[in-house]
């Protein structure tokens, strides 16, 4: 059974930042039928702006769509709004170098619904808002902390998807390790306690000689549209690339290790404690991090001639 539809969700329309309205008994509020994407438009330095890979973005929400039986917007629906979004707020996107205009599209189930089942009906909606760049100064690493007592995701739930229900979980955890001086929080899998997922909301990447390795997406990881872009950047230039279960061992052993995602992009990680031990990596010029990530704001601020298809002008 197909739970989830295209749903031919009605125009909407362009309005100024405000309030919505929803039922109390809405499928969002009450049995969480919630998804977002977090999507990104760059201004060139000749005043173009670009979108990158909305498409992936709105294939993303399609999936999270059947997993949580919710209707959605077809990916021509998704796209388009991303770039009538983005064409309505041109003015606001900050130069190359300076930020993004972030752009977070919201799925939901806003039809009121008391048993437990899916909603009635489906809101879709995109907000905006102008941000700078993750990291003030180039690129400043990451220190992670791996927690031992949460895990994000469990085999056969939902952590493939990004769904909202995903994040207040973790939010003990990332607020703990901050108190005590972390970055973010780097999670293992829930069966063996053993193999690297990801952070918060950003996937891991581990580098040793001319390989570069991913844990395998499995359902239980969110596959990051920078992920797949940064794996894609990875092999032109010469690395190889492997996603496979990655043992937490391999991390004192690693070279570097870094992280991706539409926020951070590609952010090395500085250090990863872990049982009171704490690994440090030394990331000079020239590190592999610092390669991809100028590859891939490259292209996504118009610097690189992209060569892949992955930006669209608006
Ligand atoms: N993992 C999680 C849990 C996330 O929330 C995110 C952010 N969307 C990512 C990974 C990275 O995904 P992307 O590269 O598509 O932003």
Redesign the pocket.
Known sequence: MKCSKDENFEQGQLSRYRNIELSPSAGVLNYGQGLY??TKAYKTKDGRVLLFRPD??AM?LKMGAERLCMSSPSIDQFVNAVKEIAHANKRWVPPPGKGSLYMRPLLMGSGPVLGLAPAPEYTFLIFASPVGNYFKEGTAPLNLYIEEEFV?ATPGGA?GV?TIG??APVLKAITRAKSRGFTDVLYLDAVNRKYLE??????IFIVKGNVISTPATNGT?????????IMDIARDHGYQVEERAIPVDELVNADEVFC????VVVGPVGSITYQNRRIEYKMGPGSVSGKLYSTLVGIQTGLIEDKKGWTIEI
């Open positions: 994407e977090s992936q973005h993303r994000r952590g990004k995903n994040y990801e952070v918060s909301s950003c996937n990881i969110l596959e990051g549209v920078t992920r797949k872009s991706t995602g539409t926020a």
